[in-house]
């Protein structure tokens, strides 16, 4: 086995220079396939899916040193669009003063990029397996992505037991915030139908409107939780409203609402779909439902107080430990192994020049070589 011995820096730089927009594919993985292969991993590439969601490319990855435990590391080579009014550009990665900029430098080609740095400090002889789980879709619908990777272990007899994911969970300072948990995420789409008719013979017609504000206030009237120790209260949030009415003087046939609710562990996805549900049948409302992700919590203990000395040990900085923010793709990969989120400053990401501290990236290798062979040691 050999490894190049790259700094950190020239690996995210490689990484920044492929334009990954969600869905992603090709160049990108070619490159990350390239730092692998020189440090013993054995890399499946694979494509999946058709338009709209896809095609989508993952990566898997695994390199095997004797018997022990197996470590994974997690994350996505797509980005989201770079939009207009970047100072370079944002696929040419540029170092300007102690920054690296480019889009995905944080979010999360930069981590990436600091766990392949971070195998070349790690003992030859350590024992056990250590995988990289990495996906194209993880900003898009994430249909193809991660849940795609996880058959791929399966077929595979992959199985690890410890996930990080390298997710930019630093808030102020590299490691101030760890997730060991996210909120549920579910989408419903409220219809009520009416009849059409003209607004000077209402007896005729049906309107639909008065139900669906009644639906709402009803909904927005209810309290789901009051949080729990290590989740905050679930929320509804209307998020659209439609009726398409472009006349004055028709009493529309239908009208719709859109609401999106975030929920801790206190719930699941399908318990809150037919609990509005029966708010919505009280005013004759159907209601079609997408939930993008349950709840899930990898409780204190030794894998989180692992991450936060090898923290500790690098930076000096003392962790908290969270459950805030959306969604991730840790949701999918809590079902098989327990899972914790850690990685670089969150400040920029989705951002125009979105950039990561040098030094940050160097640190975070370091972190990074501690927790993998603290974790097989």
Not at 348 to 373: F, G, N, P, S
């Amino acid at each position: 086995m050999t490894s190049s011995n790259e700094d950190v820096v020239a690996l995210a730089q490689r990484l920044l220079a492929c334009p990954s927009v969600t869905p992603a594919t090709g160049e990108v993985f070619a490159a990350l396939e390239a730092m692998l292969v020189p440090r013993g991993f054995t890399v499946d590439r694979f494509v999946v899916g058709e338009a709209p969601d896809g095609p989508v490319e993952n990566l898997l990855a695994w390199r095997t040193t004797g018997a022990g435990p197996h470590f994974a590391f997690a994350g996505h080579l797509d980005v989201v669009p770079p939009g207009a009014g970047w100072t370079s550009d944002p696929f040419a990665p540029e170092i300007r003063g102690d920054l690296l900029y480019g889009r995905g430098a944080v979010d999360m080609k930069g981590s990436i990029a600091a766990f392949v740095a971070a195998l070349d400090a790690l003992p030859e002889d350590l024992p056990g397996t250590i995988s990289l789980i990495i996906t194209g879709d993880e900003e898009g619908p994430a249909v193809y992505g991660t849940l795609a990777l996880m058959d791929r272990m399966k077929a595979r007899d992959l199985r690890p037991d410890l996930c990080l994911v390298g997710e930019p969970t630093s808030s102020a300072r590299l490691g101030d915030v760890v997730k060991i948990g996210r909120r549920g995420s579910v989408n419903m789409w409220i219809r009520v139908a009416g009849a059409q008719g003209h607004v000077a013979y209402p007896h005729l017609a049906d309107n639909p409107i008065p139900k669906l504000v009644r639906i709402l206030t009803a909904i927005e009237a209810e309290v789901l939780d009051a949080g729990t120790d290590w989740f905050q209260p679930s929320n509804i949030e209307i998020t659209d409203l439609e009726v398409g009415n472009v006349a004055h003087n028709v009493i529309p046939g239908a009208a719709t609402a859109r609401i999106s609710i975030r929920f801790n562990d206190q719930h699941t996805g399908a318990s809150l779909i037919e609990r509005i549900k029966a708010i919505a049948a009280t005013e004759g409302g159907t209601v079609e439902a997408r939930i993008s992700g349950e709840s899930f919590l990898t409780a204190p203990g030794a894998f989180s107080d692992l991450v936060s000395g090898a923290i500790r040990d690098v930076t000096g900085v003392e962790t908290e430990l969270s459950t805030t923010g959306g969604t991730s793709d840790a949701r999918f990969l809590s079902r098989i192994c327990p899972v914790v989120e850690f990685g670089l400053n969150n400040a920029t990401m989705h951002k125009l020049d979105e950039a990561v501290a040098v030094q940050d990236l160097r640190d975070l290798a370091r972190i990074y070589t501690l927790l993998v062979e603290r974790a097989l040691g």
